[in-house]
């Protein structure tokens, strides 16, 4: 995907103490892409999703959305839609008045309303009141709040974590679909690798304040850039020393194999069999080496059980310098 | 964001108008008190030591009383399940909707000396003078239990609503029996409850001068003591006494805020409150809802007593144990005559204007430092806000009287005594702490996600306060909205010093009735004024 810079964010930092200093990020975002902000708590998305919006303003660095800079902007006048974590729907407004508030001054903001709320699928729900509303109906009536207006820009916090698990599924489908349906660009916050894998077109993983990959779901997967996404992103046996060595390491480096990636063999690394855990499909085999390293192996039901002596064998293997601190 | 610089420019100025409001009158009341000879008076006056005395071992009085009555009754009703207990339940608390001062009056008609009680006992035993007189410390401590056992109640009911029942079965699983558990566990959680009952009614008793004005006689404490000098135009030793009794106010806030605790004993308890528990034996449970329903007729009876008064001809109530002629002819002549109408016109801008500019105040502060983000200057405006609750109101009257007796703009005092401003000014600051405390509560909740998704669908600074910020504070400003104007609209312990002929309001008429013996115009008062209340009230409490 060529990317036309339709959303810019160069150089952007933010501090907010002498430890804590988010970026400085850059970021260029597609006309109609959807990009996933991955990251694990702490590690600076919801700052650069704020920034965005124009509820904080960046100590350096700039931000444009279609080509105007928009670093300084209020809020109000950055023309982006915004989900909230907890979806912040006005308790003292209904469902319609909610979705018009962003309306103010254009025509017929009842109709336009109306046509939002049945674009997410909730027709005839304009005279409710949010907190008579389940969850994901109120995940919908934020969504359909924040398009009414037809930003630029969507910006999702963690739109999922309010649901229940049994929910999130069959609404991640949805929520996709209606995003490429509007067809409007969007950056999305999560802390959860299947979300962002699965609603994003890319994936920017944030580690620290800064941003240590940018790509595909299978890039990331496959090649990632440091041994913090390798090992953020998907399960990862992480070795060091002498058990790295034997499947293939170096001295200085790290080596991360994927569970998938190690299989039983007649020779090879010797360990023993301490747990299975039984999924299906595949079975997750803890196997522990000589050196006391502990290995997960995914594989075939039958291959082995508990106590088993056996061997392993590496395939594709990765390495990486230490992690920077 | 960028706003915490720009706004330091109005936090100031704001700081400064509190002070100015709420400290400066009590920096000039004790710069002057000890400037004059007044402290030698004082202390060498055994009278003034016996005043005091009074006031301190009034209020600790009070505070037993009022939790003796209060808090087995919050268990009752908390706790156990009988028939008409609702209902029952929130009667309880109907002395919160007498203004004290009308409340005073009640007694004075239901138990005082020429009273319904006492001309019933008179005529049923065939005494020929009235079997007691309703005066001195235990009258004071009748009507103070009867008003101020409400704080307990409700404080103990809300504490005990928050319990965690999981609390008090460990207790049990571990051993303790019932009142073993009532004593090291159910009693320790409800320690901030009870504490901030106790510090409320000590500085309501404190403060209290509607009842020992009326009830006094010979017994004085010290909030009669400052009015009395005052009047005598002993203007220096009044100002003493106001320092020495805005001392003990002081004292007393410290030493009950220490026994409060944190909110740390309640955050932990987060289950949900113990089921209550129906009285099985039939006969203890009509024991308990005849109880119930005689104690709601008693806390009742002053109210109805004055709706009765109300309807008393002038002069035609004598001997008999209850009066011979009722009509409405006092409301008609109160209505039909705008002079005699005037005091409720007065006070009703009063309160209206004293409110109206309170909330304003209040939500300036919330606006400026209210936010849960930290602020610069937020500590010295909430203490501002809330002090002036600290401070008795014949305290804080009498120094509002002796700031704005002079004229010296540079020192910012300007003459106000004996204009219509004065009093209105002392309502404002006396309503402070109630709409600032709701209001600032308010701005803490209020999820800051609200303002900024309305910010970014394009709502400027203005039409975020009007259209999310305003809407979502207004239960919260409600309230403290009509509990401020029910306060003012009632007062009678600043606006005895502080009124003018052209101000006065309801209260000052009600006692100048009271003097030329016209007791169903003075009751009729009270009526409205109780009507007026509880209306007010009902409205601020509405969701």
Redesign the interface.
Same mark, same amino acid.
């Given at each position: 995907m060529t990317t036309t810079g339709f959303v810019t964010l160069d150089g952007v930092r933010k501090q907010w103490s002498h430890t804590v200093t988010i970026g400085p990020v850059s970021l260029e975002m597609a006309r109609g892409e959807i990009v996933a902000l991955l990251g694990p708590s702490g590690s600076g998305k919801t700052t650069v999703l704020r920034l965005l919006? =124009?509820?904080? /303003?960046p100590d350096a660095g700039r931000i444009a959305i279609e080509g105007e800079d928009v670093t300084a902007l209020? &809020? $109000?006048?950055?023309?982006? =839609?915004?989900v %909230?974590?907890?979806y912040?729907l %006005? &308790?003292?407004?209904d469902v319609g008045e909610n979705v018009a %508030? !962003?309306l103010?001054g254009r025509a017929d903001p009842g109709r336009k309303a109306g046509e939002v709320l049945k674009l997410v699928d909730l027709a005839g729900f304009e005279r409710r009141k949010p907190h008579e509303l389940s969850g994901g109906q109120q995940q919908r009536v934020a969504l359909a709040? $924040?398009l009414a &207006?037809e930003p630029r820009l969507l910006l999702l916090d963690e739109p999922l974590s309010n649901l229940d698990p049994s929910l999130r599924e069959r609404t991640r489908r949805e929520l996709h679909a209606l995003i490429k349906r509007v067809g409007i660009t969007t950056l999305l916050v999560t802390h959860e690798q299947e979300e962002a894998f699965d609603l994003g077109d890319r994936v920017a993983v944030l580690n620290r304040g800064r941003l240590d990959q940018v790509g595909t779901p299978d890039d990331l997967y496959e090649r990632p850039a440091s041994l913090f996404v390798a090992t953020f992103v998907g399960r990862a046996n992480v070795l060091r020393g002498a058990t790295a060595r034997v499947l293939g390491g170096s001295d200085g480096r790290v080596l991360v194999v994927r569970p998938e990636q190690l299989r039983f063999a007649d020779g090879g690394l010797p360990g023993l069999v301490r747990e299975r855990r039984y999924t299906g499909a595949a079975a997750f085999y803890q196997v522990e080496t000589e050196h006391g390293d502990r290995l997960e192996v995914s594989g075939d039901p039958a291959a082995a059980r508990v106590g088993d002596r056996v061997y392993l064998q590496a395939g594709r293997v990765m390495t990486f310098a230490e992690a920077r601190e | 964001?960028?706003g915490s610089r720009r706004a330091l420019a109005p936090r100031a100025a704001l700081t400064l108008l509190l002070a100015w409001l709420a400290v400066y009158p009590m920096l000039v009341v004790i710069a002057e008190a000890a400037s004059s000879d007044a402290v030698g008076a004082f202390v060498a006056r055994p009278g003034e030591w016996g005043a005091l005395w009074a006031s301190v071992w009034i209020s600790l009085a009070s505070v037993a009383l009022a939790a003796a009555v209060g808090i087995p009754l919050a268990f009752l009703f908390e706790w156990l399940e009988f028939p008409g207990r609702k209902t029952l339940g929130s009667l309880i608390a109907l002395p919160a909707v007498l203004p004290p001062f009308v409340g005073v009056i009640a007694f004075l008609f239901l138990y005082g000396e020429s009273g319904f009680a006492a001309r019933a006992v008179q005529a049923v035993l065939g005494l020929e003078r009235a079997p007691w007189r309703l005066q001195g410390a235990s009258a004071i401590l009748l009507v103070h239990g009867y008003s101020m056992y409400v704080y307990f109640y409700l404080l103990t009911r809300a504490g005990l609503a928050q319990l965690d029942e999981s609390l008090i079965e460990a207790a049990q699983a571990l051993g303790a029996g019932r009142w073993q558990t009532l004593w090291r566990v159910t009693l320790p959680l409800l320690r901030p409850a009870l504490a901030g009952a106790a510090l409320l009614v000590f500085m309501t008793a404190l403060g209290s001068f509607s009842a020992p004005y009326v009830f006094g006689g010979g017994f004085r404490v010290m909030t009669t003591q400052i009015v009395a000098t005052k009047l005598n135009g002993e203007l220096p030793l009044a100002m003493v006494e106001t320092v020495a009794l805005a001392l003990v106010a002081v004292a007393g806030l410290v030493v009950l805020r220490r026994t409060e605790g944190d909110d740390l004993l309640t955050a932990l308890g987060r289950g949900t409150a113990p089921r209550r528990r129906p009285i099985r034996r039939p006969g203890v449970r009509r024991l308990a809802t005849a109880a119930g329903w005689l104690l709601a007729v008693l806390l009742l009876l002053p109210h109805l007593t004055l709706a009765v008064v109300s309807l008393v001809p002038y002069g035609s109530w004598t001997t008999e144990a209850v009066p011979p002629v009722l009509s409405l002819v006092n409301y008609r002549r109160l209505f039909g005559e705008p002079e005699r109408l005037r005091p409720l016109v007065n006070s009703l801008w009063m309160a209206g204007l004293s409110t109206l500019a309170a909330v304003a105040l209040a939500l300036a502060a919330g606006a400026l430092v209210g936010r849960r983000r930290p602020a610069r200057f937020r500590g010295p405006i909430e203490s501002l806000i809330v002090l002036p609750w600290a401070i008795p109101g014949t305290v804080f009257a009498v120094a509002l009287a002796a700031t704005f007796s002079v004229y010296s703009p540079f020192t910012l005092r300007w003459i106000l005594v004996g204009t219509v401003v004065l009093l209105p000014l002392a309502y404002l600051v006396r309503s402070l702490p109630v709409t600032g405390r709701a209001v600032l509560a308010a701005y803490r909740q209020l999820?800051p *996600? /609200?303002e900024?998704? $309305? *910010?970014? /669908? !394009? $709502? !400027?600074r203005w =039409?975020v306060f009007r259209?999310?910020t305003l809407?979502?504070l207004?239960p919260a400003l409600a309230a403290g909205a009509s509990l401020a104007f029910v306060a003012a609209l009632g007062d009678f312990v600043t606006s005895i010093v502080l009124y003018t002929y052209d101000n006065r309001p309801i209260s000052i008429e009600i006692m100048s009735s009271l003097r030329v013996s016209e007791l169903g115009v003075a009751a009729a008062f009270g009526v409205i004024l109780m009507v007026v209340s509880a209306l007010v009230l009902g409205l601020g409490a509405r969701r």
């Amino acid at each position: 995907m060529t990317t036309t810079g339709f959303v810019t964010l160069d150089g952007v930092r933010k501090q907010w103490s002498h430890t804590v200093t988010i970026g400085p990020v850059s970021l260029e975002m597609a006309r109609g892409e959807i990009v996933a902000l991955l990251g694990p708590s702490g590690s600076g998305k919801t700052t650069v999703l704020r920034l965005l919006a =124009g509820f904080e /303003l960046p100590d350096a660095g700039r931000i444009a959305i279609e080509g105007e800079d928009v670093t300084a902007l209020p &809020p $109000a006048r950055r023309r982006c =839609g915004m989900v %909230f974590q907890h979806y912040a729907l %006005f &308790p003292h407004l209904d469902v319609g008045e909610n979705v018009a %508030f !962003g309306l103010r001054g254009r025509a017929d903001p009842g109709r336009k309303a109306g046509e939002v709320l049945k674009l997410v699928d909730l027709a005839g729900f304009e005279r409710r009141k949010p907190h008579e509303l389940s969850g994901g109906q109120q995940q919908r009536v934020a969504l359909a709040r $924040a398009l009414a &207006p037809e930003p630029r820009l969507l910006l999702l916090d963690e739109p999922l974590s309010n649901l229940d698990p049994s929910l999130r599924e069959r609404t991640r489908r949805e929520l996709h679909a209606l995003i490429k349906r509007v067809g409007i660009t969007t950056l999305l916050v999560t802390h959860e690798q299947e979300e962002a894998f699965d609603l994003g077109d890319r994936v920017a993983v944030l580690n620290r304040g800064r941003l240590d990959q940018v790509g595909t779901p299978d890039d990331l997967y496959e090649r990632p850039a440091s041994l913090f996404v390798a090992t953020f992103v998907g399960r990862a046996n992480v070795l060091r020393g002498a058990t790295a060595r034997v499947l293939g390491g170096s001295d200085g480096r790290v080596l991360v194999v994927r569970p998938e990636q190690l299989r039983f063999a007649d020779g090879g690394l010797p360990g023993l069999v301490r747990e299975r855990r039984y999924t299906g499909a595949a079975a997750f085999y803890q196997v522990e080496t000589e050196h006391g390293d502990r290995l997960e192996v995914s594989g075939d039901p039958a291959a082995a059980r508990v106590g088993d002596r056996v061997y392993l064998q590496a395939g594709r293997v990765m390495t990486f310098a230490e992690a920077r601190e | 964001m960028s706003g915490s610089r720009r706004a330091l420019a109005p936090r100031a100025a704001l700081t400064l108008l509190l002070a100015w409001l709420a400290v400066y009158p009590m920096l000039v009341v004790i710069a002057e008190a000890a400037s004059s000879d007044a402290v030698g008076a004082f202390v060498a006056r055994p009278g003034e030591w016996g005043a005091l005395w009074a006031s301190v071992w009034i209020s600790l009085a009070s505070v037993a009383l009022a939790a003796a009555v209060g808090i087995p009754l919050a268990f009752l009703f908390e706790w156990l399940e009988f028939p008409g207990r609702k209902t029952l339940g929130s009667l309880i608390a109907l002395p919160a909707v007498l203004p004290p001062f009308v409340g005073v009056i009640a007694f004075l008609f239901l138990y005082g000396e020429s009273g319904f009680a006492a001309r019933a006992v008179q005529a049923v035993l065939g005494l020929e003078r009235a079997p007691w007189r309703l005066q001195g410390a235990s009258a004071i401590l009748l009507v103070h239990g009867y008003s101020m056992y409400v704080y307990f109640y409700l404080l103990t009911r809300a504490g005990l609503a928050q319990l965690d029942e999981s609390l008090i079965e460990a207790a049990q699983a571990l051993g303790a029996g019932r009142w073993q558990t009532l004593w090291r566990v159910t009693l320790p959680l409800l320690r901030p409850a009870l504490a901030g009952a106790a510090l409320l009614v000590f500085m309501t008793a404190l403060g209290s001068f509607s009842a020992p004005y009326v009830f006094g006689g010979g017994f004085r404490v010290m909030t009669t003591q400052i009015v009395a000098t005052k009047l005598n135009g002993e203007l220096p030793l009044a100002m003493v006494e106001t320092v020495a009794l805005a001392l003990v106010a002081v004292a007393g806030l410290v030493v009950l805020r220490r026994t409060e605790g944190d909110d740390l004993l309640t955050a932990l308890g987060r289950g949900t409150a113990p089921r209550r528990r129906p009285i099985r034996r039939p006969g203890v449970r009509r024991l308990a809802t005849a109880a119930g329903w005689l104690l709601a007729v008693l806390l009742l009876l002053p109210h109805l007593t004055l709706a009765v008064v109300s309807l008393v001809p002038y002069g035609s109530w004598t001997t008999e144990a209850v009066p011979p002629v009722l009509s409405l002819v006092n409301y008609r002549r109160l209505f039909g005559e705008p002079e005699r109408l005037r005091p409720l016109v007065n006070s009703l801008w009063m309160a209206g204007l004293s409110t109206l500019a309170a909330v304003a105040l209040a939500l300036a502060a919330g606006a400026l430092v209210g936010r849960r983000r930290p602020a610069r200057f937020r500590g010295p405006i909430e203490s501002l806000i809330v002090l002036p609750w600290a401070i008795p109101g014949t305290v804080f009257a009498v120094a509002l009287a002796a700031t704005f007796s002079v004229y010296s703009p540079f020192t910012l005092r300007w003459i106000l005594v004996g204009t219509v401003v004065l009093l209105p000014l002392a309502y404002l600051v006396r309503s402070l702490p109630v709409t600032g405390r709701a209001v600032l509560a308010a701005y803490r909740q209020l999820d800051p *996600a /609200l303002e900024e998704a $309305a *910010a970014s /669908l !394009g $709502a !400027g600074r203005w =039409g975020v306060f009007r259209r999310v910020t305003l809407p979502s504070l207004r239960p919260a400003l409600a309230a403290g909205a009509s509990l401020a104007f029910v306060a003012a609209l009632g007062d009678f312990v600043t606006s005895i010093v502080l009124y003018t002929y052209d101000n006065r309001p309801i209260s000052i008429e009600i006692m100048s009735s009271l003097r030329v013996s016209e007791l169903g115009v003075a009751a009729a008062f009270g009526v409205i004024l109780m009507v007026v209340s509880a209306l007010v009230l009902g409205l601020g409490a509405r969701r």
